[in-house]
């Protein structure tokens, strides 16, 4: 008999899918998390997928991926294609985790009224020295700011939990890269709905490779 849903989940949401089991007692979800700097280098995301599919596959007949399309260009769609025949297995919904926390509709709706958004979660403003400023290198050459930033108008930070030091971290952030700072509050978004509906009901369209929210 099969263990738990698997759930291979980048790193940038473990704190939020520790926060829904939780939550939701019941559920039972086994969390791997793959490191999420792979967003760097999203090339690598779906062989790393792979690998940690394959050395859990025996024992997890019900698999959950943790991502979205996050930069792989249909890879992740790819590889849950070749894996469905050893069992349940589909992604989370969207393009990235922008667009499962702020809901597509939603999400759509602020990248329309400005295309030139630089959107935080809380992950990313937990980690955005490391993520951005250091990653970039801004505190090293301080003129890159503006070759990278030049087309960005504002900051839209899709917060998770309302925490008064991260608000103040984020307005900070935005402030470092000289832009208009907006906070939509989001919650966990689609994340949740994905994350109860596939251990309390299974995937209800094998036909997509995304869960329906």
Do not use: W
Request: charged share 25%; glycine share 8%.
């Amino acid at each position: 008999m099969a263990d738990a849903t698997l759930l291979i989940a980048c790193g940038a949401l473990a704190r939020e899918v520790m926060a829904l089991k939780k939550q939701y007692q019941a559920i039972d979800l086994k969390l791997i998390c793959l490191d999420a700097k792979l967003h760097n280098t999203p090339a690598q995301i779906t062989e790393k997928l792979r690998q940690k599919i394959q050395a859990h596959r025996a024992k997890h007949t019900r698999i959950l991926i943790g991502y979205a399309d996050c930069g792989t260009g249909g890879g992740i769609d790819r590889l849950i294609e070749s894996e469905r025949a050893y069992g349940e297995i589909a992604r989370l919904p969207g393009a990235h985790c922008y667009e499962f926390y702020a809901g597509t509709k939603h999400f759509q709706q602020l990248a329309d009224e400005e295309p030139g958004t630089f959107y935080l979660t809380d992950f990313l403003v937990r980690h955005f020295q490391t993520l951005v400023i250091d990653a970039l290198k801004l505190d090293l050459h301080p003129q890159l700011l503006g070759q990278y930033f030049k087309h960005y108008r504002r900051v839209v930070y899709l917060s998770q939990v309302l925490d008064p030091e991260l608000q103040i971290r984020a307005r900070s952030a935005a402030d470092r890269l000289g832009l208009h700072f907006e906070q939509v509050h989001c919650g966990y978004g689609l994340l949740e709905g994905v994350v109860v509906q596939t251990i309390e009901t299974g995937y209800e369209d094998q036909t997509d490779h995304r869960l329906l929210a």
